[in-house]
């Protein structure tokens, strides 16, 4: 059984590495540019992680990176600080330190489906508060976007558990998200790293679909969830 708490606040470095595999067709920056309103000034990201997501946010906006783990987010800033303007907190998702109505955008790449085996007793009301702190830090107006896994190493893109698939169905039906899907394969640049990444993180049974080749790949569904306040 994969330990999350212990590889966010140990191996963030291994994480890091196993992300920058992930998308090599660079599906996800031009669906989160066209998500993302262009006159988008200020932008929350919620559970930042080691900054992937961060570093595809428009450069010209404000950028308020929050994240749980320490260690995730030190090598978040080694990776960006230098080179752009964005402030890093260590900050619970479910009690963010922002004032109401701060930012444009609020995106949170999966984070609240930890919830789901962390929380097992008590996901749906973690996963509430998540939600309704990010939308109590948005303007009138404004966009959250959030991103989860609809399935690693599978053959179509679903749910890859009831947890999960009541966590989705939850932002649709409850908080009024759209749902779309986009394709956002691993390729690693060898069967070794590939086997060492994906069994870190996703486990053996994962590391099995790892697929044939010199630079083998993994088939990753992400999906995005938008709502945008209309009040
Ligand atoms: C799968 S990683 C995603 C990181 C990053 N968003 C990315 O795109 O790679 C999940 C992240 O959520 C963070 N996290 C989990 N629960 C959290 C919470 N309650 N508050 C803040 N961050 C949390 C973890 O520390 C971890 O960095």
Do not use: K
């Not at 998702?93 to 999966?110: C, E, H, K, Y």
């Amino acid at each position: 059984m994969v330990d999350y708490h212990q590889i966010y606040a140990e191996q963030a470095d291994a994480y890091d590495r196993l992300v920058r595999a992930e998308d090599w067709r660079g599906n996800l920056p031009r669906i989160i540019n066209e998500l993302i309103p262009p006159r988008c000034e200020r932008v929350l990201e919620v559970g930042a992680g080691t900054g992937r997501l961060t570093r595809m946010l428009p450069h010209s906006a404000r950028i308020v990176a929050t994240e749980g783990s320490e260690a995730m987010l030190r090598v978040a800033e080694n990776g960006l600080g230098a080179a752009r303007t964005i402030g890093f907190c260590t900050a619970d998702a479910r009690a963010l330190p922002m004032r109401d109505g701060w930012a444009d955008v609020a995106i949170a790449g999966w984070v609240f489906g930890h919830f789901c085996d962390w929380h097992e007793a008590s996901a749906e009301a973690e996963i509430d508060r998540a939600i309704g702190e990010m939308r109590r830090c948005l303007r009138p107006g404004g966009t959250a976007v959030i991103l989860e896994t609809l399935g690693t190493g599978t053959p179509s893109a679903g749910a890859p558990t009831p947890g999960l698939e009541r966590y989705y169905r939850r932002m649709e039906d409850v908080f009024g998200f759209t749902r779309s899907v986009v394709e956002t394969d691993y390729e690693f640049a060898d069967r070794r790293t590939a086997e060492e990444l994906v069994t870190f993180f996703f486990g053996e049974e994962t590391a099995r679909e790892i697929g044939p080749g010199e630079r083998p790949r993994l088939r990753e569904f992400t999906g995005l969830w938008t709502w945008t306040d209309v009040a």
